[in-house]
């Protein structure tokens, strides 16, 4: 079940067949292999799994991690005194995530 786009919060929320678990996944989709903007905060690294998504449109590899790893991994900037947060893409595009849906699991 999608979101409301631009929802704070996760993107989609699955639910098991029998509805008794379910979990919620940030989706970060992008044109070319570029960092993931996370935002001026990194709480917004919300939901049990965050699915990255790059070169969308011509050649997809999606990257499973949890949101811990995403916070751990995150590089922080600041300019004139302003905080951002991003994921590069040597810290998303490793084996352990390429395509690792079994992270997520069967339910």
Same mark, same amino acid.
């Given at each position: 079940? %999608?979101?409301? $786009?631009? *929802?704070?919060? !996760? /993107?989609?929320? &699955? ?17 070319? $292999?570029? %960092? !993931? ?10 939901? /049990? ?12 590899? *999606? ?5 811990? =790893?995403? *916070?751990?991994? &995150?590089?922080?900037? =600041? ?9 590069? %893409?040597?810290?998303?595009? $490793? %084996? =352990?995530? $390429? =395509? *690792? ?7």
């Amino acid at each position: 079940m %999608p979101t409301a $786009r631009n *929802a704070r919060g !996760v /993107d989609i929320v &699955a639910y098991t067949r029998d509805a008794t678990h379910f979990i919620g996944v940030q989706v970060k989709a992008l044109s070319k $292999r570029n %960092p !993931v903007p996370l935002g001026t905060s990194l709480d917004k690294c919300l939901g /049990d799994f965050w699915v990255i998504i790059n070169r969308v449109a011509d050649a997809p590899s *999606a990257f499973i991690m949890l949101p811990a =790893e995403v *916070a751990a991994l &995150a590089h922080r900037g =600041e300019k004139d005194g302003r905080v951002s947060y991003w994921l590069q %893409p040597t810290s998303y595009d $490793r %084996p =352990e995530y $390429r =395509e *690792a849906w079994q992270r997520i699991g069967s339910g």
